[in-house]
T-cell receptor
Framework: GAVVSQHPSRVICKSGTSVKIECRSLDFQATTMFWYRQFPKQSLMLMATSNEGSKATYEQGVEKDKFLINHASLTLSTLTVTSAHPEDSSFYICSARKGALNTEAFFGQGTRLTVV | AQSVAQPEDQVNVAEGNPLTVKCTYSVSGNPYLFWYVQYPNRGLQFLLK??????LVKGSYGFEAEFNKSQTSFHLKKPSALVSDSALYFC?????????????FGKGTRLLVKP
């Protein structure tokens, strides 16, 4: 199978601090990873597309300086929420595509971020 | 603009009865369609996909979906619902216009199967 592991599953941080979320493809190489944000009772909204070795492509309205994405290897992408504020509290989900463009994406288990 | 619509916020069905979760789409070109299920505080699990071929697609956990090009629909179905099927279901289409071909998701439909 194809497994995507996301860590941590839950994190509580103080306002003004930074939080790093890791997304790993455990048994396949993912040239492209995606980061989504999900608000309560809402759908997933794409934040950015991350390609290994290059800068992430951010969706309109997503602050690239606030949500830092690094895709240093074919199996790891990280999302760092910098200077977190309570409004950044949300459920963040990463996904990775295994191969060709028409294949399904595999999702991490998500990270519940609470900023207090 | 590409989009996915799930017209129902919630679907209620009795255990053992058939279930349908509706999805319609709007895309440019051929659609690549997917269904995912999400349990509370969890990521998404892949159920099935339509790329090409037979309009009836069979997936995980006994689910199937029917691709209807004329109605631009891709409804999720299961002949006999289980209480454990209760979850949030997302229909998605591959974004053929954006960077990296990510997914465009519907807003989700909560399925509640009552014993």
């Amino acid at each position: 199978g194809a497994v995507v592991s996301q860590h941590p599953s839950r994190v509580i941080c103080k306002s003004g601090t930074s939080v790093k979320i890791e997304c790993r493809s455990l048994d396949f190489q993912a040239t492209t990873m995606f980061w989504y944000r999900q608000f309560p009772k809402q759908s997933l909204m794409l934040m950015a597309t991350s390609n290994e070795g290059s800068k992430a492509t951010y969706e309109q309205g997503v602050e690239k300086d606030k949500f830092l994405i690094n895709h240093a290897s074919l199996t790891l992408s990280t999302l760092t929420v910098t200077s977190a504020h309570p409004e950044d509290s949300s459920f963040y989900i990463c996904s990775a595509r295994k191969g060709a463009l028409n294949t399904e994406a595999f999702f991490g288990q998500g990270t519940r971020l609470t900023v207090v | 603009a590409q989009s996915v619509a799930q017209p129902e916020d919630q679907v209620n069905v009795a255990e053992g009865n058939p279930l349908t979760v509706k999805c319609t789409y709007s895309v440019s070109g051929n659609p690549y369609l997917f269904w995912y299920v999400q349990y509370p505080n969890r990521g998404l699990q892949f159920l099935l996909k339509y790329i090409t071929g037979d309009n009836l697609v069979k997936g995980s956990y006994g689910f199937e979906a029917e691709f209807n090009k004329s109605q631009t629909s891709f409804h999720l179905k299961k002949p006999s619902a289980l209480v454990s099927d209760s979850a949030l279901y997302f229909c998605a289409v591959r974004d053929s216009e954006g960077q990296g071909f990510s997914f465009i998701f519907g807003k989700g439909t909560r399925l509640l199967v009552k014993p």
